[in-house]
């Protein structure tokens, strides 16, 4: 897998947890940015809307990489990307049915305030997840020099969807 992602931090060397702390910092406002970002990226009528959304979350992965000084291709970027739908569907599988809804609620003049009403804090805690997800994975790069399997960043997005809808509700 080295010749997916490279860092500039090799495993044995040890990794300056100050520097660590301010790659959060500005992550975590990567991720603010990207909230609102994949909002807006939501607004066309389908399929356009899933597919901006999906930009703006690689997008995400890509920028989050760039923070934690770790190259990453477009190939293990879809395969992260896919393993965090996968663990972020196992948690919103009741919500699909109203998404779904939601989606043919844009196509009807004033029903797309109410798809607009229930989606977008989907889409918000969606891009959370994914970027906090994303977050983990790199600082498992910086910090411990090893990659995670699919199944490993799965369980993050999974971990990390499911304590913002506990805050939520």
């Known amino acids: 897998m080295s010749d997916v992602v490279s860092s500039s931090l090799?495993?044995?060397q040890p990794f300056d947890e100050a520097r660590l702390l301010e790659m959060d910092s500005l992550a975590d406002k990567v991720i603010a940015g990207s909230v609102v970002g994949t909002m807006i990226a939501y607004i066309?009528?389908?399929p356009f809307d899933i597919i901006a959304v999906s930009s703006a979350l690689a997008g995400l992965?890509?920028?989050?990489?760039?923070?934690?000084?770790v190259e990453i291709n477009a190939t293990l970027l879809k395969t992260l990307g896919k393993a965090?739908?996968?663990?972020?569907?196992?948690?919103l599988k009741a919500y699909a049915v109203?998404?779904?809804?939601?989606?043919?609620?844009?196509?009807?003049?004033?029903?797309v305030i109410i798809a607009y009403l229930t989606q977008y804090?989907?889409?918000?805690?969606i891009t959370y997840s994914t970027g906090e997800a994303f977050k983990q994975y790199f600082r498992t790069i910086?910090?411990?020099?090893?990659?995670?399997?699919?199944e490993e960043v799965k369980k993050l997005a999974e971990d990390a969807l499911r304590q913002r809808l506990d805050n939520f509700f």
Do not use: D, H, N
Request: zero cysteines; glycine letters at 20%.
């Open 121 to 125: 804090p989907v889409i918000g805690w």
């Open 98 to 111: 109203v998404f779904g809804i939601g989606e043919v609620l844009k196509w009807i003049p004033g029903g």
């Open 44 to 46: 066309p009528p389908p």
């Open 61 to 69: 992965g890509a920028g989050l990489a760039k923070v934690y000084e």
């Open 142 to 150: 910086k910090t411990e020099g090893r990659m995670l399997t699919p």
């Open 10 to 12: 090799e495993p044995s």
């Open 84 to 91: 965090m739908a996968r663990g972020m569907f196992g948690v």
